[in-house]
C-alpha cells in the first residue's frame, strides 16, 4: 500500500504516529508536529526552556555535533550519563548556568530534525505541559500531527513505549476535536491511565531503565502532570519558549 505524505482529502486534521517514519509521512508545510519523547528529551527541553535557556535538537551520533555546539557557545550532551552535562531534566534544571544546550538523542531529537527539514513547526511536549501544549495548538488553524517518538530495541528498530503513548494521550485528550482513530485511541489510553501514571512510568520498561541506572528522580520529574505553562517551539534551530494565546 503506497502511503501519501500527508492525510487523504476528508481525514480528521489531528494526527497520531509513531516514530521518525510517522514524523517523515505527515511533517509538511503548513503544519504543526508535536514531538513526544517523555523518557527524557522533551521533559529535558522542557527544563532548559523552563530556567530561560534554549534546546538545539540534533541528529543521535552526528560526528559533526561537538563543532556545531561550540560554534554557538553552547554546551552539547554527549551521552546519556555524561559526566559534564546529560539529558537528565532534573540536572539541567539545577544546573547553575545554562544558555544554550545541543540535545542529540535518538529518538525526540531525531524526530524534531525530521519535522523541521520537512517545514512543519515543531513543538515539544511532554506529560508536565500537555495542557499547555493543548491550548497553543488550539489557538491555530493548521493541522496537528503528534510524534510519540519511541524507544529502540537492539538491532535499532522502534520500540513502542507506554510513556510516550500517554503523553502523546495527555496532549490529545486536553485537544479534543476532529481526531483520527488513533489520535482517539492514544487520548482514550491516557484518560484510563492518568490517576496512575506515576507508577505506570516507573515500571514500565523505560522507566524501569532509568531507575536501574540511577535516574529514578528522572522518570518522578517527566510524570507529573500539567504543572508547566512552558510551550518549547522550534525557531531557527533551537526550542524557546513562546507565549500562549488564550482562546477564551
Known amino acids: 500500500m503506497r502511503h501519501e505524505s500527508w492525510s487523504t482529502p476528508g481525514e480528521p486534521p489531528g494526527h497520531f504516529e509513531w516514530g521518525p517514519t510517522g514524523t517523515e509521512r505527515l511533517a509538511r508545510p ?3 508536529v508535536v514531538v513526544i519523547d517523555v523518557l527524557r528529551f522533551t521533559t529535558a527541553v522542557g527544563a532548559v526552556v523552563d530556567r530561560g535557556a534554549i534546546a538545539y535538537p540534533y541528529r543521535w551520533k552526528d560526528e559533526t555535533a561537538r563543532a556545531f555546539a561550540d560554534s554557538l557557545g553552547a554546551h552539547l550532551v554527549d551521552g546519556p550519563d555524561a559526566a559534564g552535562i546529560s539529558l537528565s531534566p ?7 548556568t545554562l544558555d544554550a544546550v545541543v540535545l542529540p538523542s535518538p529518538n525526540g531529537s531525531t524526530c524534531s530534525v525530521l519535522a523541521a527539514e520537512r517545514g512543519a513547526v515543531v513543538v515539544a511536549a511532554c506529560l508536565r505541559n500537555a495542557p499547555a501544549v493543548a491550548q497553543y495548538l488550539a489557538a491555530t488553524s493548521l ?3 503528534v510524534i510519540a517518538c519511541g524507544e529502540r530495541w537492539p538491532d535499532g528498530t522502534l520500540r513502542p513505549s507506554l510513556e510516550d503513548l500517554l503523553g502523546a494521550g495527555a496532549v490529545l485528550a486536553n485537544l479534543g476535536g476532529d481526531l483520527s482513530p488513533e489520535a482517539r485511541s492514544a487520548a482514550a489510553a491516557w484518560e484510563d491511565a492518568k490517576d496512575t ?3 505506570a512510568l516507573v515500571r514500565c520498561a523505560s522507566g524501569r531503565e532509568l531507575v536501574e541506572r ?4 528522572d522518570v518522578e520529574y517527566a510524570s507529573v502532570y500539567g504543572v508547566s505553562d512552558v510551550v518549547p517551539v522550534l525557531v531557527d534551530g533551537a526550542f524557546r519558549r513562546v507565549e500562549i494565546v ?3
Open 90 to 96: 532534573t540536572a539541567l534544571l539545577n544546573r547553575a
Open 214 to 217: 540511577g535516574f529514578r528522580h
Open 197 to 199: 501514571v506515576a507508577d
Open 246 to 248: 488564550s482562546t477564551r
Open 30 to 32: 503548513g503544519s504543526i
Open 143 to 145: 493541522p496537528v500531527s
